[in-house]
Antibody, heavy 119, light 106 residues
Framework: EVQLVESGGGLARPGGSLRLSCATS????????MHWVRQAPGKGLVWVSR????????SYADSVKGRFTISRDNAKNTLYLQMNSLTVEDTAIYYC????????????WGQGTLVTVSS | DIQMTQSPSSLSAFVGDRVTMTCRAR??????LNWYQQKPGKAPKLLIS???SLESGVPSRFSGSGSGTDFTLTISSLQPEDFATYYC????????FGQGTKLEIK
């Protein structure tokens, strides 16, 4: 059974940092592209970042570029998102999701982890 | 970024109704259009990929069509479990979601 389980969310102060993790199982993690998608409270879905299967290429939404870093450990089947210089606008549920190829759909999602940025 | 616009933003219908919602891309995206269902407090679930390919396990009352810039999601006979928010998403260039259509019980 395919599983993606996010962790690491919580309360952070503006300007602070958090590191999210997405532990996966039930599929060949190392051959999938992985993504982070977020959803602010009561709002829609917004793609945040992606990393290709071998980790050598990453991409970010303009809103997080230079502040967030996506990475992966294929030996541990785990995806990460390092979030620095957090602002209140980063408050959201963060989901990890996978795609088989660049133009594929997000076919499996984690349950999400809530990040709240507040003073 | 390719902007995606869904309409309507909300929709009320009865169990058993046939409903259609639309998604429009600002530029042609071929058939790189996916539909997701999201229920409150849950992660999105992929329903349809490639504009019209039904995912395994998704009931056949769901169907998708379209290519280029205009796409539709149709539910042929609404069931109580179908009341949710539906998002379209393009994967032609980057990844962009529509703002969602909230389907409510009338």
């Amino acid at each position: 059974e395919v599983q993606l389980v996010e962790s690491g969310g919580g309360l952070a102060r503006p300007g602070g940092s958090l590191r999210l993790s997405c532990a996966t199982s039930g599929f060949s993690f190392s051959i999938y592209w992985m993504h982070w998608v977020r959803q602010a409270p009561g709002k829609g879905l917004v793609w945040v970042s992606r990393i290709i299967s071998d980790g050598t290429s990453t991409s970010y939404a303009d809103s997080v570029k230079g502040r967030f870093t996506i990475s992966r450990d294929n030996a541990k089947n785990t995806l990460y998102l390092q979030m620095n210089s957090l602002t209140v606008e980063d408050t959201a549920i963060y989901y990890c999701a996978r795609t088989w190829e660049p133009r594929d759909a997000f076919d499996f999602w984690g349950q999400g982890t809530l990040v709240t940025v507040s003073s | 970024d390719i902007q995606m616009t869904q309409s309507p933003s909300s929709l009320s219908a009865f169990v058993g109704d046939r409903v259609t919602m639309t998604c429009r891309a600002r530029q042609s995206i071929s058939t790189y259009l996916n539909w997701y269902q999201q229920k409150p407090g849950k992660a999105p679930k992929l329903l349809i990929s490639g504009a019209s390919s039904l995912e395994s396990g998704v009931p056949s009352r769901f169907s998708g069509s379209g290519s280029g810039t205009d796409f539709t999601l149709t539910i042929s006979s609404l069931q109580p479990e179908d009341f949710a928010t539906y998002y379209c998403q393009q994967s032609y260039s980057g990844y962009t979601f529509g703002q969602g259509t909230k389907l409510e019980i009338k």
